[in-house]
């Protein structure tokens, strides 16, 4: 197996972390911040999305601003695990409007889930109506998010 990152040099990691801490910069301005014409500079844009390096852009919401006070993520463990398929969980577990991530983990639980609420009495009617009613839910752990540090990725700083 090839190591994709061999195919990027030191420019293209450069255009990356800057990317990855503000994905709205135009080709132009990242272009005039490496000594790259903009054309240039879009090319090589283009050439990391066609190679799978970017995959997309994110729009973050301000949840709280939105009336989402608490993030919870939960440790969900399946209850009977071979009565209750995979795919049939993470489908009625993803049609929660109050989840907003679903991760298949190995460890102590089956799956990590990230789950927003305006408050945690809010929390805990989606835990006990949606959550705790799908198929195959077991045991769960709850972790309260108190704090937030958003990181660039595994290309660090730039």
Known sequence: MTDPRTDLDALDLKLLRALARDATQSASALGRRFGLSQPAAWRR????????????????????????????FLGVKLARKGQVSLEDFERAVSAIPEVQTVEHVLGLYDYRLRVVARDLPDFERVLRRRIMTLPGAGEVEANVLLSEERRTGPLGGA
């Open 45 to 72: 844009i283009r050439r990391l999305h066609e190679i799978g390096a970017i995959k997309g852009r994110r729009l973050r919401l301000d949840r709280e601003k939105l009336g989402f006070g608490v993030t919870v």
